[in-house]
């Protein structure tokens, strides 16, 4: 894309966490555009985005992001810059609110599918370990079987998240819908380990007993 720096497998992660965690504001008030890209996480991966997101950002687009932590309690990331916002948008992704996205283009023809789908995971995606309610006192934990679950409510996404997770050889269990929220989970444990083993997550593994 000219004028625009290459998608790396970097910024590919960066894309894919921006359509779980993040948001792309254009608007003008008062004949002023104003531009921006904000990310909204918890306390717990500021040094994912202190170690990783804020210097690919930064390195690609000659910016200076400002990464705080909120006093809600949550990691705040916000890049003021207008060449990145017109970079996300020319890769198809919503303005505003998201109401439905998908894959970018530019994500599939380059074969940059993992770290897509790892920052996508790393933002809408869980690990935990199985559990059954059906006792009448508590809920009885399977310790040895777990779960992976992604959700969101970009319907057109997550049916590409799907479809591109079995191109890579993994078989997650169907797609499901509940109240406008779309939840896709990796329930063997065969198919678990070969998610993070393909994806590769930094954080978000195997979760502690």
């Known amino acids: 894309m000219v004028g625009f720096p290459e998608v790396t497998p970097e910024l590919a992660e ?9 948001c792309v504001h254009r608007h003008v008030s008062e004949r002023h555009w104003s531009y921006q890209v904000a990310f909204t ?7 994912y985005y202190e170690s990783f997101v804020k210097p690919t950002i930064d390195s690609a687009f000659s910016v200076n992001g400002h990464l705080y932590l909120r006093s809600d309690n949550t990691t705040r990331l916000h890049v003021s810059s207008k060449r990145f916002v017109d970079f996300m948008v020319s890769l198809g992704l919503p303005v505003g609110k998201k109401h439905d996205a ?5 994500i599939l023809t380059k074969g940059l599918v993992v770290p897509f789908i790892r920052g996508l995971y790393h933002a809408e995606g869980s690990i935990y370990r199985r559990y059954s309610r059906m006792y009448n006192t508590h809920a009885k934990v399977y310790s040895n079987l777990l779960v992976i679950q992604i959700r969101m409510k970009l319907q057109t996404l997550m049916r590409q998240i799907r479809e591109e997770i ?15 929220v779309y939840t896709l989970r990796i329930t063997s444990q065969n198919e678990i380990r070969s998610f993070l083993k393909i994806i590769q997550p930094r954080y978000k593994l195997i979760p502690l007993r």
């Open 14 to 22: 960066v894309i894919g966490l921006n359509l779980g965690d993040g």
């Open 41 to 47: 996480a918890s306390p717990k991966e500021f040094w």
């Open 102 to 106: 998908s894959i970018p283009a530019v």
């Open 166 to 180: 079995i191109r890579l050889g993994i078989k997650p269990n169907r797609l499901t819908e509940k109240d406008g």
